[in-house]
């Protein structure tokens, strides 16, 4: 968790938009969004419960922003991703 953290925090290394923010949101998150902590924190509970599944919402982010701009001057589009 920490090394990805480390990982994440270095300019030189870019990652796949959905990755970062999934990983954020949901692998090493505080709780804060879930009340439940992220996947990592309890990878048992995680592995062989259905406790994160989510089968009714639609989770809509934006890439962060080294994945914007570009030849078709992309931005964001539902404001949220952080």
């Keep these: 968790k920490a090394?990805?953290?480390e990982?994440?925090?270095?300019?030189d290394l870019l990652f796949s938009?959905?990755?970062?923010i999934i990983a954020n949101r949901w692998m090493i998150s505080s709780g804060e969004e879930t009340g439940k902590g992220g996947?990592?924190?309890d990878l048992?509970?995680?592995m062989n419960t259905n406790e994160f599944c989510d089968y009714e919402s639609i989770h809509r982010f934006d890439p962060q922003e080294e994945h914007l701009g570009g030849g078709?001057?992309?931005?964001?589009l539902f404001g949220v991703g952080k």
């Design 39 to 41: 996947w990592w924190d």
């Design 72 to 76: 078709g001057n992309a931005g964001p």
């Design 17 to 20: 938009p959905w990755f970062r």
């Design 44 to 46: 048992d509970r995680t």
């Design 7 to 11: 990982m994440f925090a270095d300019k």
């Design 3 to 5: 090394k990805l953290l």
